[in-house]
């Protein structure tokens, strides 16, 4: 049976409602902050990632933020950088960016349902997926550059292949 089976008509289903839906058939912990936001936390093979959804009404738009902690060595910043930057020439559905004052990695990304456009039960769960995927592929890489003292372009060989965990 799909996803979308389970939903009698995503057409007139808020995205947040059809989040927690998800959450529920995942047994993922999620708290609904808002009507229009929804944090979950979803385990992964490396750690438990943090994800937040929320729907933008204003500019018709649903957007994603998986977070996971990070505190690299100063000295190592750098590297960091260096190493994000190769993450993100490798993927196209997302950004990978580094909050500092929160000490936390961040995946985002903007699902554009512009025109009263409808993101489906499978649409969302690949979204979320992504997400997962993409902080489970690099999250090695990151520690590799920053706690392993490994350059960059060594850390990323962790990298090169797609991590298949359960998101």
């Given at each position: 049976?799909?996803?979308?089976?389970d939903?009698l008509s995503?057409?007139?289903?808020?995205?947040?409602?059809?989040?927690?839906?998800?959450?529920e058939?995942?047994d993922w912990?999620?708290?609904?902050?808002t009507?229009?936001?929804?944090?979950?936390?979803v385990?992964?093979?490396?750690r438990?990632?943090?994800l937040?959804?929320?729907w933008?009404?204003?500019?018709?738009?649903?957007?994603?933020?998986?977070?996971f902690e990070?505190?690299?060595?100063?000295h190592?910043l750098?590297?960091?950088?260096?190493?994000?930057?190769?993450?993100?020439?490798?993927?196209?559905?997302?950004?990978?960016?580094?909050?500092?004052?929160?000490?936390?990695?961040?995946?985002?990304?903007?699902?554009?349902?512009?025109?009263?456009?409808?993101?489906?039960?499978?649409?969302?769960?690949?979204?979320?997926?992504?997400?997962?995927?993409?902080?489970?592929r690099f999250?090695?890489?990151f520690?590799?550059?920053?706690?392993g003292?490994?350059?960059p372009?060594?850390?990323?060989?962790?990298?090169i292949?797609?991590a298949y965990?359960?998101?």
């Amino acid at each position: 049976m799909s996803l979308s089976e389970d939903f009698l008509s995503t057409d007139e289903m808020h995205p947040i409602d059809i989040v927690e839906t998800l959450a529920e058939h995942h047994d993922w912990e999620f708290d609904r902050v808002t009507d229009d936001q929804i944090a979950m936390a979803v385990e992964g093979q490396w750690r438990t990632y943090s994800l937040t959804l929320a729907w933008s009404a204003q500019d018709e738009t649903l957007r994603l933020i998986c977070t996971f902690e990070m505190e690299p060595p100063e000295h190592r910043l750098s590297e960091l950088f260096d190493v994000l930057n190769r993450c993100n020439d490798l993927v196209w559905n997302g950004a990978f960016t580094w909050w500092a004052e929160q000490k936390l990695m961040v995946w985002r990304y903007g699902l554009c349902l512009a025109g009263g456009q409808v993101a489906g039960p499978e649409q969302i769960d690949r979204l979320i997926a992504s997400a997962v995927m993409a902080a489970e592929r690099f999250y090695p890489a990151f520690q590799l550059a920053t706690w392993g003292e490994r350059t960059p372009s060594d850390a990323m060989k962790v990298a090169i292949a797609e991590a298949y965990g359960r998101a």
